[in-house]
């Protein structure tokens, strides 16, 4: 189809009371995996590049944007492209030439006095070069290694009139929320706070992110999509359904040295992965 700016999709996905699905892409890999399942699934993606996997391509984001691009080109479905957790003002500023239409600009760390001035700042910037800004009020847990947060800790809850300010002082266009969910989870467990997220809904006027989606259960995601969450992001996923197919290629045959013989069963792996997160949602 086409290569499309990350507010169309999610604009489309929440007019039509559904969640629109946005992976994590650290090799070529992912993003051949995502397309594909994507394709397979009849669905609209974004592909997504963390400043966390910039940094280890080298602290360089265009060989891995302009990668991600040319797969999302020669898509089967509309694929957006999303620079993801950009603490990085530099970064933030590369987004523009790299063929992004969508950042996500983390501040959630900052007092929020802090916290709203920098994302204001961002959004004027992305607004001025035509992209979609996303940001972040609350702590989600299990950031870099981080333990996740327990259900009474300090930023754990978005407060929803906290959230229906901040929106108004920062400009953004979508907020992720703090509900229930947590970073890197292996397991599906999480359990979100439905009730919040119908309050949040009710108070912020821009669409809403839930972050760490890997942890959650299907039918507590389907729940949360029907209760209002738009995006919906998932990174652990696919690593989980990556080194899971790796491991048992090399296992069963140790002797093994030809990258591509483990590669596409990963790449075939986190496929399956997209087609079942996105016919769900």
Not at 6 to 28: C, P, R
Not at 91 to 112: C, K, R
């Amino acid at each position: 189809m086409a290569l499309v700016p990350t507010g169309k999709l999610v604009a489309e996905a929440a007019a039509a009371g559904v969640g629109v699905a946005a992976f994590n892409v650290i090799t070529l890999e992912h993003a051949e995996a995502i397309t594909a399942g994507a394709a397979a699934a009849g669905r609209p993606v974004i592909l997504q590049i963390s400043e966390n996997a910039v940094k280890f391509h080298g602290g360089r984001v265009g060989p891995l944007a302009a990668a991600a691009r040319a797969v999302a080109e020669l898509a089967a479905v509309d694929v957006a492209l999303h620079l993801d957790h950009v603490e990085s003002v530099a970064l933030l500023h590369q987004a523009p030439e790299h063929g992004f239409s969508s950042v996500m600009f983390d501040a959630s760390t900052l007092p929020y006095a802090d916290n709203v001035a920098a994302t204001k700042a961002a959004a004027d910037f992305c607004h001025e070069h035509g992209l979609w800004l996303e940001s972040e009020l609350g702590t989600v847990g299990g950031k870099d290694g981080a333990p996740p947060l327990g259900a009474h800790a300090k930023g754990a809850r978005t407060d929803p009139a906290e959230a229906a300010a901040y929106v108004a002082e920062t400009g953004v266009d979508a907020l992720a929320v703090a509900v229930g969910s947590s970073h890197a989870m292996t397991t599906r467990d999480a359990a979100l706070d439905h009730d919040l997220i119908a309050a949040l809904k009710a108070a912020v006027g821009v669409p809403l992110v839930l972050h760490g989606s890997s942890g959650v259960g299907d039918a507590e995601l389907r729940r949360a999509v029907t209760g209002g969450l738009v995006k919906i992001n998932i990174g652990t996923a696919l690593n989980i359904a990556f080194t899971g197919a790796v491991r048992e290629t090399l296992t069963a045959d140790p002797k093994l040295v030809d990258p591509r013989k483990y590669l596409n069963p990963a790449r075939h792996s986190m496929s399956d992965t997209v087609r079942h997160f996105l016919t769900l949602l």
